[in-house]
């Protein structure tokens, strides 16, 4: 079954030209990241854009202006897929093989509630148009990414989901 893949792109939501990041080699991203980014969720556009520029001026006044969230693309509850650091830039996030991976992350707190299915088919979208791209290899891996700092249980019925696909290699953990 094929969806198709509503993007939004950053310069519609976001006041950064250029994600100061390194550039991703598309050879090597073998990797897809999959969290919550906890907080609000959204069901419509302009809450997904408001919760996006929030989201951003946190991790401005943390890091820097020059800053963009730590996450390639966003799934909002709208059906919307976001672009963030989107397919040429590292996430951001403190991992092993950043330069491998591309991070997707829910808007919203999916520990106790998972996502609605087109949420997930908007991810699943992503992740084809990702390869027929060739952002992304083939023998991809999805791993989720639970933020221990929250709660043990972090994000649970959004990865009780993607235990469910094919590409599933497990759980990772930071604090």
């Known amino acids: 079954m094929q969806f198709s893949l509503d993007l939004v792109h950053r310069d519609i939501w ?18 897809i990241v999959i969290m919550q980014t906890g907080g609000a969720g959204c069901e419509k556009i302009d809450k997904c854009l408001q919760i996006l520029r929030e989201m951003q001026k946190q991790y401005q006044m943390t890091l820097g202006n020059a800053q963009e969230v730590p996450f390639n693309f966003l799934i ?23 330069n491998a991976t591309l991070v997707i992350a829910f808007i919203g707190n999916y520990t106790n509630m998972a996502p609605s299915t087109l949420q997930l088919h908007s991810a699943l979208s992503l992740i084809a148009e990702s390869v027929r791209l060739k952002k992304l ?3 991809y891996k999805i791993y989720g990414l639970r933020n221990l700092t929250n709660s043990q249980n972090d994000g649970e019925a959004l990865f009780g989901e993607i ?13």
């Open 14 to 31: 976001s006041n950064v030209s250029r994600p100061l990041a390194d550039f991703l080699n598309h050879t090597n991203v073998m990797n």
């Open 76 to 98: 909002g509850g709208d059906r919307q897929t976001y672009e963030a650091r989107g397919w040429n830039y590292e996430s951001g996030l403190n991992l092993a093989r950043q």
């Open 137 to 139: 290899q083939r023998q």
């Open 163 to 175: 235990r469910q696909w094919a590409q599933y290699g497990g759980l990772l953990h930071v604090l």
